[in-house]
């Protein structure tokens, strides 16, 4: 049904983690996608999840 599954079975599976120990829900904005990505491939190019650490904390947990 699906040719990629990977980026919804993470986001499942995050979010399933994130509720479980009540922090919320993990929903990366559309219109921050782009940024998003640019976070995401500076951590896979440093192995450093400062920044976008905080960038999701900022911009994509909702209920809290």
Avoid: C
Avoid at 33 to 57: A, F, R
């Amino acid at each position: 049904m699906f040719l990629d599954g990977n980026k919804r079975v993470a986001n499942l599976v995050a979010n399933k983690e994130m509720i479980k120990n009540g922090q919320g829900v993990l929903a990366v904005p559309v219109e921050k996608i782009g940024e998003y990505l640019e976070k995401l491939i500076h951590y896979y190019e440093t192995n450093d999840m400062t920044e976008i650490k905080q960038w999701i904390y900022d911009t994509s947990v909702d209920g809290i």
